[in-house]
């Protein structure tokens, strides 16, 4: 692949929008915003928590300077709207969160408005108008650490909040609706945040990588092909315990033995399959001992690609495999799948844009699924929408050494300014 280490842009393209250096600027608020915290000295900030208040607080007074008129919704999502030529048109969206996990990297989430909000800042200075608004849009509920179910504010936006979760409670024993009110917001509201392609052009995320690839190749920005779907359960072994010192190897059906052979099997056939992943995460021996056959054992099954025809098609022939293998060995072998969850693929057209503005621009870039949620997933069957990804130093997310390097920040705002600028066109 080659190398995409923020050469200089070739002069004269993409009218008058990429004269600005954005990095750097953008990189400065997030060190900003990172000071907002639940937690003294690492980065913590929950949904609908004190550092949410004071964080969302923060953007609204940047949106507001930057020209945008600024919202509030029924879910805590913070919206800056950048009106078009004509006043009321559709609007291209631009989102990601402002939540962070317990002792969380600062750009997680965070860079995709920053870089939404400094593209409009840099706009409004020059009084660039298009015939769509722009809305720089900050969730507050991607991470899922407050409450069990997520993306309350994305899927609010898609039209498909459940109103069930407003009865989940938090750790200390706060409800979802009270915390809601608590912040302010008007629940009552919530259906009202529903877009449709009517009013919104579609939907574009920049966020970090928060994995290896872009970087193992060289690149500065990914064009994602898709947010994968997932498969996970739990596999349940069962052989016949016996004591470790009278069981004669030929007489025995250890289960622990068997989840070492389907293990690698798992392993082995995830390889061989292009853009899959699978992964036994965590494994139990119950009532095992040190000088005890295992007689049981229970392990996780997790399984990752961004088509759901392969997926599921992988994940029968491992069945398969996996029964195979446990028969063999005289041991019983059940399957839970319990967790289904669909892929969701980004837009052909708005990818293909956001491509060929990484190409006008100068910069290659990469195209990878998403091995990770996203508020776009939201969206899925909803409205178009397209993400792009940042290098992240050695892959790392939810982390405090979590780091995108400005000049990879600078390249996203860059092709992103030119996807805004030709997509009027
Ligand atoms: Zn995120």
Redesign the pocket.
Known sequence: MSLSRNPAPPSGTAADTVHDRFGAAIAARLDELAAISDEPAVLTRLYLGPAHRRAADLVALWMRDAGMAVAMDGTASLIGRYEATTSGAPALVIG??IDTVRNAGRF??NLGVVTGLELVRALDRRGKRYPFAIEVVAFGD?EGVRFTSTLGGSRAMAGRFDAAILDERDGAGVSRREALELFGCDIAAIPRSARSAADTVGYVEV?IEQGPVLEAGDLAIGVVTAINGASRGIIELTGKAGHAGTTPMDLRRDALAAAAEIILAVERRARAEPELVATVGHIETPGGAGNTVPGKVQMTLDLRSPSDAHRKAVLEALEAEMRSIAGSRGVGCEIAMSYQAPAAPCDAALSARLAASAQRCGYPAGSLPSGAG?DAMAFRGILPFAMLFVRCRDGLSHHPDEYAAPDDIDVAARVLADFIDHLAT
């Open positions: 990601s969160h997680d989430g991607e966020h996203h």
